[in-house]
Structures are given as C-alpha cells and as structure tokens.
T-cell receptor, first 115, second 114 residues
Framework: EAQVTQNPRYLITVTGKKLTVTCSQN?????MSWYRQDPGLGLRQIYY???????DKGDVPEGYKVSRKEKRNFPLILESPSPNQTSLYFC??????????????FGDGTRLSIL | AQKITQTQPGMFVQEKEAVTLDCTYD???????LFWYKQPSSGEMIFLIY??????QNATEGRYSLNFQKARKSANLVISASQLGDSAMYFC???????????FGAGTRLFVKA
C-alpha cells in the first residue's frame, strides 16, 4: 500500500529535550516536506526536500532541522524543543514536477506537546 | 508574497444541496498549481482536486469541481449533492512554479446537516 508513515503519532515531552519525528514514504517520491498545523493558521511549511541531500527552508523553519540521506526518509529534528512548537505535524511527499501539478500525499500526523 | 485566503471559517449546508467554499490567492508567478484538500475529524489530509494556472477548463472530480477565475485570482471549490461524510475541514493550497514551496489557507470547516 502506498503510504507516508510518521512516527510517533503522539508525543508529550519537556522543553529542551531533543526529539526526532521520523517520516518514510514507499512511493519513490523525489519531493518531501514537513508542515505544522495550528488552529486558525492552516498548514505552514517548515522544510522541504527536492531529492537526496537537497533541502530548503519553508516559511517557519526556526527551531527545526531536517536531513535527507535516503530518498524514502525525511526526519524532522527539534534539537531544543520549546512550548511554542506544540502543534500537529504532517509529513508529505510527491513526485517532483516543474509544472507544480503534483498533489502531495500526507502522513497521518504527529501531535506534539512540549511542556 | 504569495498568500491564500479562505474567508469562511465555518459553513453549514443541508444534505443533498450544493455548497461553494471560497479561496482567493495572491501570486506574481505565471505558473502555479491550486489544490484542495479535505481533513476529516480523524485528521488525515485527503487530496480532492487540482487546477493548473494554464488550464482553460475548470477541473472536476466526481462531486467536486473547481470554479477557477484567473483574473480574479479565485479558485472556489464546489461540492454538489452534499453528504454527511463531507463534514470536514477543507484547505485550499497553492504550489509555486518549480514545485518547491506550498502555501495553505487557514481552512473552512464545513458542517452538513441531515
């Protein structure tokens, strides 16, 4: 089954304790991206990756890191989480198309609470 | 800067009636893609429909159609014959030329009444 898998689905942690949210896709997609969803703000893009070893900032990259060492995986790293990073996080992937016509496939989301 | 505006935080529609969800966008790009996604209460994001900026025909996918008015920079989603299962949050999104960045609107929560 074609899917984007995020882990964990839920996490409660404390300020300053490094954490990683994993994302893996089995569709051989070149493009992967991370979003956070907050009430009234929709989804905001954190980072995206066009292919292995190629990443770039989205609109809200502060406090986050990513890496793309393999095509299928795109982990999101919070090195020193703070309460304002409490949010619902989505990983997404798609084929890469210059004409912007590729819909993204989303993971089920990770609900992160930082106390 | 690119922007997506969804002006209806919440909407009600009677079952079996049609409903239009508004979306306006702002971009200086000539080439871009517009998408609608559905988020049910279970939380997953489901792709509904796509419209390219150079497409001359409005996109349709089953009960979903996109009313694309390029000059007005609007891309409204029309759901025909609403069903109870259509109750969800709906997001309009724009993917810039080159396909890198994507921006989303704040969403519209649709309630379908029996």
């Amino acid at each position: 089954e074609a899917q984007v898998t995020q882990n964990p689905r839920y996490l409660i942690t404390v300020t300053g304790k490094k954490l990683t949210v994993t994302c893996s896709q089995n569709m051989n997609h070149e493009y992967m991206s991370w979003y956070r969803q907050d009430p009234g703000l929709g989804l905001r893009q954190i980072y995206y990756s066009m292919n292995v070893e190629v990443t770039d900032k989205g609109d809200v990259p502060e406090g986050y890191k990513v890496s793309r060492k393999e095509k299928r995986n795109f982990p999101l790293i919070l090195e020193s989480p703070s309460p304002n990073q409490t949010s619902l996080y989505f990983c997404a992937s798609s084929f890469y198309g210059q004409d912007s016509n590729q819909p993204q496939h989303f993971g089920d989301g990770t609900r992160l609470s930082i106390l | 800067a690119q922007k997506i505006t969804q002006t209806q935080p919440g909407m009600f529609v009677q079952e079996k009636e049609a409903v239009t969800l508004d979306c306006t966008y702002d971009t200086s790009d000539q080439s871009y893609g517009l998408f609608w996604y559905k988020q049910p209460s279970s939380g997953e994001m489901i792709f509904l429909i796509y419209q390219g900026s150079y497409d001359e025909q409005n996109a349709t996918e089953g009960r979903y159609s996109l009313n694309f008015q390029k000059a007005r920079k609007s891309a409204n989603l029309v759901i025909s014959a609403s069903q109870l299962g259509d109750s969800a949050m709906y997001f309009c999104a724009m993917r810039e030329s080159g396909g890198f960045k994507t921006i989303f609107g704040a969403g519209t929560r649709l309630f379908v009444k029996a």
